[in-house]
Nanobody, 128 residues
């Protein structure tokens, strides 16, 4: 069982930067697929960044490529999302998710797959 707690959400001006964090407890995330998702009011949840355990690669949704960076600190059992050049369209509740399933053969993309564990989310608001 893994518990995830996000923090660091804030009000940021357009063009600004912010780093949000996800702290895990219960188990090490070292062998987990990790995802960052966001949900804006009236919109469906979407994956923005993920690290896939099957190929140990990181993937980004097109609109955040070059602006967002997912990183991990295995020693602290934490995952981060560094966001820069923020836009009003980035306003959303951001949640981290973790899953320990290892797929062989048909591997679902980590931005779209189901995750076992979810945090409660942290609000990021981009506004002047």
């Amino acid at each position: 069982q893994v518990q995830l707690v996000e923090s660091g959400g804030d009000l940021v001006q357009p063009g600004g930067s912010l780093r949000i964090s996800c702290a895990a407890s219960g188990e090490s995330l070292e062998d987990y697929t990790i995802g960052w998702f966001r949900q804006a009011p009236g919109k469906e949840r979407e994956g923005v960044a993920c690290f896939m355990r099957e190929d140990r690669s990181t993937y980004y949704e097109d609109s955040v490529k070059g602006r967002f960076t997912l990183s991990r600190d295995n020693a602290k059992n934490m995952v981060f999302l560094q966001m820069s050049s923020l836009e009003s369209e980035d306003t959303a509740v951001y949640s981290c998710a973790a899953d320990d399933r290892f797929y062989i053969g048909q591997i679902p993309p980590c931005l779209q797959r189901d995750y076992k564990y979810w945090g409660q989310g942290t609000q990021v608001t981009v506004s002047s």
